[in-house]
């Protein structure tokens, strides 16, 4: 491992300050929660992007929700090949293992993923489409969300394609056995919603309206 | 999408807490990182886990991390075979596009996809050895991990498996090429550490020492 | 008082949200409860069991409930021995000084509290016969509910132990001259119910049928 | 059980709204509270005053906070005399038991049992001395408290002896052995706040200024 360096000081010095205060004041917490193993009430699903700080929209505190972050908070179909399938695998380990009673997808705005896929989809970014772009084969799960919208036509398109990325996102987790299962004895509940980063806002999807509404 | 349910009313409740206080006090922030993009120095690859709140740690500001969390913190090796590859999609956006000068790999104590593994590969724990266990097939990537640990024989096999599910995923990082020619351009460098949840500790790889030693 | 440690940062920040969202929405009606004194219609003696949240359940507003809280919702018998007596003086304070028209003991399912005792009734649980133990000689007000369903012989001996507590609490609360004499004079009744929290059930007892019975 | 009457009509109502709202979108986690136990994070000593809801204040979910209410938010010294001692057994149960990391006492503004107390106290209240007045003896544990703020001499002798009633109670704390020892591993923490009614506010107890703070 001749290449890996030491943690960059200002990492380090921030460390030491959550060290001194946050964990601090909270060691009892903390060593419960190691002692007894974590029982988050909800798993949240959502972008990598550095503006969506998850844990800090949702109150949550440490122990409370099980996070999953990828590009453009996706989740590809149902598909058991033997293959590696990091996404499939943590929505597995949370609603089998920890039982969690909610499943959140998160979308945002601003979402770089999925702008990609916009440009990708009207023939604007041909790297993407490229076989070795693991972006863009990544964002080929949205590639039904963009023939959404394209046929809508709405005037946000990009907004339209977050939106769309979540409801794929819910689409394809029913396409689960076990989340399909859960749902139906009442035991999971899934959830969209959709973080507006330079307003702040929150809306979420309302299937009486068949759209996304502020909470 | 019947099958949609509104948000908890406790994470709403949250939301606006949120809102009133961090988002209020950061609105000016918030506005910039929405109309200039993010432009994250370091990227971090986490654990799903509940109790790791990987900005704390790094006390984090918004859009200074971009941030992927899988089950055990885990990379798998480069292989681009056209098919869905969420954590490569992710370190191929932070490094090619967002060009992050950092890529940390963050393991932690009492982690339940690194336990999983190693009772797998034991021999007990037959559910994961099934084809269509996402868990399963995920944590075969840290099998040569295993093998490693089984070799040494340390006298905590469950931390040292925790420790080379950061070690594998830093050795798989540099099969890619766009992070080896990052590397070696010196626009980037790689880290590895591990958080001892309980006790708040945390710990980087030492090149020099060949192990993970206090910061 | 070097032990005393300031308030953990996660209550502090939901404190904010509380103050942001619904005391804003609500400031004129805090003022004037704050300004007239508190006029509650009922006084609600539950359990501390952190699922069981009596406000919501009964779609309380603040000023609503008197609410005393402890182990198994219990109430020992009249004893005025001049010694510290927390759930006599609530009863007291709320029947004599409030005046509250009613006096709900709500029990609910999986009480720890209601176990303890059944296990120390049965000999398992000698730490608690220990005259040491607090909740041992608390969970003695019960004994004779035991003895109650140890002869009828239910089916579930844990939910009618449940039951008993509450019945147990309401004929000690008879044994209060000033609660027998408010009853008499037609200006306080005894409620006594019982809340299954995995159903989100809530049943009350119903002195005709000499059960409990759905509300 | 001849003077117990069916619930209130308005109470049921009210529930059946909670059932068809609250309950309906939360129904996995209630079941899943139901099936694992509770594992709250903290337990808090509040008064039973209407006025104060320590749900709502601390923004709490469904088996976060294990709550003990009496009257003035009191707690007794250690004193294991085979008799029944309901706030020992809370706070034995608490700690022994569910291993909280938290004890937190809240006391309020406007406090009724407070005034009460320094009423006694000043020799105007002599149906409080009475031997038979359970309120009287139970505010006897705030006696010492009112000694020192009459030695103080405050502006405001009721605001001083409402922060005297959560101080004496922390004192008290230290008293039990299972507090101290748990205090001393570091595996609990003791905090002190106040809540002011009419205006929404919060303080806690700042040991280094040796007062309460605004949070």
């Known amino acids: 491992m001749q290449d890996v360096r030491p943690l960059p000081h200002y990492l380090i010095q921030r460390y030491h300050g959550w060290r001194a205060t946050t964990y601090a004041e909270n060691a009892a917490w903390y060593r419960r929660l190691a002692g007894e193993g974590q029982h988050p009430r909800a798993m949240v699903i959502a972008c990598c992007d550095s503006r969506v700080d998850v844990a800090q929209i949702f109150g949550a505190d440490s122990g409370e929700l099980f996070i999953h972050r990828n590009v453009a908070n996706l989740v590809p179909p149902y598909d058991p090949d033997g293959d590696y399938h990091g996404t499939s695998a943590a929505v ?103 973080n507006d980063i330079g307003h702040g806002g929150l809306e979420h999807y309302d299937r009486k309206e068949g759209t996304f509404v502020p909470v």
């Open 92 to 194: 597995e380990y949370a609603v089998t293992a920890l039982k969690v009673a909610h499943l959140v997808v998160l979308g945002h705005s601003n979402c770089g993923g999925v702008k990609g896929c916009h440009d990708m989809c009207e023939g604007h970014a041909p790297e993407l489409e490229a076989s070795t772009s693991f972006v863009g084969r990544w964002m080929d799960i949205l590639r039904p969300g963009y023939k959404r919208v394209k046929e809508a036509g709405p005037a946000d398109p990009l907004r339209a394609l977050e939106n769309e990325a979540v409801l794929t996102s819910l689409e394809n987790l029913m396409t689960f056995p076990f989340v399909r299962d859960a749902v139906a004895e009442g035991v999971l509940s899934l959830h969209g919603c959709w």
